[in-house]
């Protein structure tokens, strides 16, 4: 071959310098303004015409990343990111070969029988009938994102985990998700949300797989079978898809009576958050910790998120569901690729490893810690921030990533260790047999997304999907033959040791404690620690889902169990459900937990969208400062005008890029409305309407004439009239501080 490259090698290698170049040009901007509306689908934009000349694949965007390169065997790799992206600039087949045509199969003649010599078609959908496998029997909906956990020292004392160390830096990974429906479900149903993270550190992975409510249905393991079977879709219909508004969850749950207190929170406004970014992560069971001295301490994680704990009104989440059902992953997708990188502290509730006055361990103040349907008030155990956790990239590729993270709670780092907690226990075998069955078999850890960033010298051999590379003779312990290796660690050397435990009962039984008999005290609390508002937004859920069951005894036996809760609630359900009001019987007498609430408290602007409605008349530098001012302030702005492109004629600098159309705006999106001018267009009537319904802040420049039938005044909480674009963010941020104008009273629907 000549040394001299062909002229269409050349055109491929300046086409493809153009890409790099443009995509530099694109991450300089995203990287150093960090402003950018987000909704970039590629990192160039397209051509109009079809591209002819060939180029390479292109780079990712600025905003995501893969998983960091590490062998099989959790060795870093010389090889960069990219090395196990697609190559060169022709389509090959999985062999490399190169494909003239994909457009046609091989054919006996152009009318004939296809051929089966076509190794190209067959190789196609041969792979194509086996992209899928099998989803997640739960948490099958879900988003990931990547990011960095840095320490800060504080846990040194209970714990000698190295990720905990003080300006450690660990990579993670996230997958939040709902629990119940399927991959093609929504977004905003009314679910617990999984909240699991993937902690890459230098000990080992460390696997915190919790959900945004702290206590589960359930106290052992051995139900949960149970407790998802009745609340997945009924299998003769296979409806309703996610969702537990139907006779078999409330048939399981109105007998199995320790379901009740997840159940409450449930019903909560924690029900439906407004997003991923403004969710609580709970480890919901109890983890014993060891120091350097071996000293041990009991505790319970918790995320606390930057932004606070935030829930969509019901109308929000119906809204959702039809007009944007990925309303979750996109915006924590967006969020990220616009700069306003999601922050959570980890904090932990840390309790003696003692025995009380009546020698029982793993008590506190008279409540179980073994048991994973109750909490400790954060009154009782403050919690201790030890770190934070940052999201700053999104992934590469959904099923790679998002799809193929395979987490265990018995995936730990040496000073973190489990506890007897029954449900936790069943969980440590359940989470590796599920791998197996979608993973294809043992050897799911050596997935990219889910390999260690420690060395790995296992003595696990071959298997399906095995991709490491073993070398030796003797995969066995003793051994001299490969000089002894691997050597067993002792405790100096970091080794993941188990704290021994003294079994008080040695007794084999299938029963469980007297302390674990409670089954309403805490919904009681629960329920009486949240504000008026709230409380009636749990009767509305309640009402809602027993109204949707046919069964009338399964919705008396349900409201006859909140009785034992709250009267005054199952009175208010059975009106609701036309049946007569329960027998008034006692109730747990209860401190109050403000901690539970999600209202009260104000929290930063950070990261909120702020909807900016103009018309084509519009001042564009009006809107463009109020645009620059919303991202100075670390918001993102959505510009929402009658047509799309950009407002204003001349150069970009000059113009403002539109988001959002009249026809593909909804009010569910934006924490905020700043209305520059008000259109008179029947869209964004109803935008500003649902906006006044649903006690969101809106700033106006325009007089609000003619919106006094949706109940809007300018003397309306969380409403404000500014006269110029300046004024427009000191008047909102204090507005939307409280996330929401809850004083605001509901306007008459006619």
Same mark, same amino acid.
């Given at each position: ?7 269409? $090698? ?41 591209? #002819? ?14 998983? #960091? ?22 389509? @090959? ?22 051929? &089966? ?10 792979? %194509? ?55 093609? $479900? ?61 006779? *078999? ?14 159940? +409450? ?13 403004? +969710? ?5 069971? #109890? ?8 000293? #041990? $301490? ?52 840390? %309790? ?17 810690? &073994? ?8 009154? =009782?155990? !403050? ?6 956790? @940052? ?30 907690? !029954? ?8 989470? &590796? ?25 296992? +003595? ?27 050597? =067993? ?25 007297? @302390? ?45 169990? &909140? ?13 609701? =459900?036309?049946?007569?009001? !329960? ?8 401190? *109050? ?41 670390? +918001? ?41 001018? /008000? ?33 809007? @005044? *300018? ?13 427009? /963010? ?21």
């Amino acid at each position: 071959m000549s040394d001299k490259k062909s002229a269409a $090698s050349k055109t491929a290698e300046a086409a493809a310098k153009k890409v790099a170049d443009a995509a530099g040009k694109l991450a300089d901007e995203v990287i150093g303004g960090g402003d950018v509306v987000p909704g970039v689908p590629a990192p160039t934009p397209p051509s109009l015409e079809e591209p #002819t000349d060939p180029t390479g694949p292109l780079p990712p965007k600025p905003d995501q990343k893969g998983a #960091t390169p590490y062998s099989p065997t959790g060795a870093e790799s010389s090889d960069t990111e990219d090395a196990a992206r697609q190559q060169g600039e022709f389509l @090959t087949t999985a062999q490399g070969a190169r494909l003239s045509e994909t457009d046609h199969s091989q054919k006996a003649g152009r009318r004939g029988p296809v051929l &089966l010599q076509d190794h190209h078609l067959r190789e196609k959908i041969m792979h %194509f009938d086996h992209e899928r496998i099998p989803e997640r029997a739960v948490h099958a909906r879900g988003a990931g994102a990547h990011g960095v956990f840095v320490g800060n020292g504080a846990a040194s004392r209970v714990c000698k985990a190295g990720v905990f160390a003080d300006g450690k830096e660990t990579e993670v990974f996230v997958r939040f998700s709902t629990v119940l429906g399927s991959r093609g $479900s929504a977004d905003t149903v009314r679910d617990t949300r999984g909240f699991a993270t993937k902690l890459y550190t230098d000990e080992g992975t460390w696997d915190l797989v919790g959900n945004n409510i702290p206590v589960f249905f359930i106290q052992d393991a051995i139900k949960f079978p149970d407790v998802v079977h009745a609340a997945k879709p009924h299998p003769d219909r296979e409806i309703p898809q996610a969702q537990s508004a139907h006779d *078999t969850f409330w048939d399981f749950v109105s007998l199995h009576t320790e379901a009740q207190h997840h159940t +409450m929170w449930n019903m909560s406004d924690r029900g439906i958050p407004r997003s991923y970014r403004t +969710m609580e992560g709970f480890g919901v069971h #109890t983890f014993r910790l060891i120091n350097d001295a071996g000293e #041990t $301490s009991l505790v319970k994680f918790h995320w606390k998120p930057h932004l606070g704990v935030h829930s969509l009104v019901w109308e929000e989440a119906q809204i959702a569901a039809g007009m944007d059902p990925d309303l979750h992953r996109r915006d924590l997708a967006d969020a990220i690729e616009a700069g306003a990188f999601p922050k959570w502290d980890l904090g932990i509730q840390v %309790f003696p490893d003692t025995v009380d006055s009546d020698g029982v361990s793993e008590m506190f103040h008279g409540i179980d810690l &073994l048991d994973p349907t109750k909490i400790v008030p954060e009154e =009782l155990a !403050p919690v201790q921030v030890i770190g934070t956790m @940052t999201l700053n990239a999104n992934p590469k590729n959904y099923f790679a990533e998002t799809e193929q993270v395979a987490f265990h709670p018995g995936h730990l780092a040496p000073g973190i260790d489990v506890t007897s907690d !029954p449900l936790l226990q069943g969980r440590l075998f359940s989470y &590796l047999d599920t791998q197996l069955t979608r993973l294809g078999g043992p050897n799911f850890g050596q997935l990219p997304i889910n390999r260690p960033h420690a060395p790995v010298n296992d +003595m696990l051999r071959d298997g399906m999907h095995q991709t490491a590379d073993h070398v030796g003779v003797a995969p066995y312990q003793p051994n001299s033959l490969d000089g002894g290796c691997p050597f =067993l660690a002792g405790a100096s050397d970091g080794a993941l040791v188990e704290v021994a435990q003294q079994i008080a009962d040695a007794q084999v039984v299938r029963d469980a404690p007297a @302390t674990f008999d409670d089954h309403f005290s805490q919904a009681t609390l629960f329920y009486a620690s949240m504000t008026e508002v709230e409380q009636e937004h749990i009767a509305a859920a309640y009402t809602f889902e027993l109204g949707k069951c046919y069964e009338e005894n399964i919705k008396i036996r349900q409201v006859e169990q &909140l009785a034992r809760i709250d009267h005054g609630l199952a009175v208010t359900v059975a009106t609701g =459900l036309g049946l007569p009001a !329960p027998a008034e019987v006692p109730t747990a007498e209860v401190v *109050t937990s403000p901690a539970l609430s999600q209202i009260g408290r104000e929290w930063p602007s950070d990261g909120r969208l702020i909807g900016i409605l103009v018309t084509e008349g519009s001042d564009v530098a009006a809107v463009k400062e109020l645009e620059q001012a919303v991202f100075a302030d670390d +918001m993102v702005p959505l510009v929402i005008a009658p047509t799309g492109g950009r407002l204003g004629e001349g150069e970009p600098d000059a113009t403002v890029a539109v988001s959002r159309t009249y026809q593909t705006q909804r009010s569910i999106e934006f924490d905020a409305l700043v209305v520059v001018d /008000l259109p008179a267009h029947p869209r964004t009537d109803v935008l500003i309407s649902e906006m006044y319904r649903h006690k969101k802040a809106i700033a106006s420049l325009a007089p609000l004439d003619g919106l006094a039938d949706v109940g809007l @005044t *300018t003397d309306s909480p969380g409403v404000v009239v500014v006269d110029e674009a300046a004024g427009v /963010l000191p008047a909102l941020k204090p507005l939307l501080a409280t996330h929401r104008a809850w004083d605001r009273p509901d306007p008459v629907r006619i």
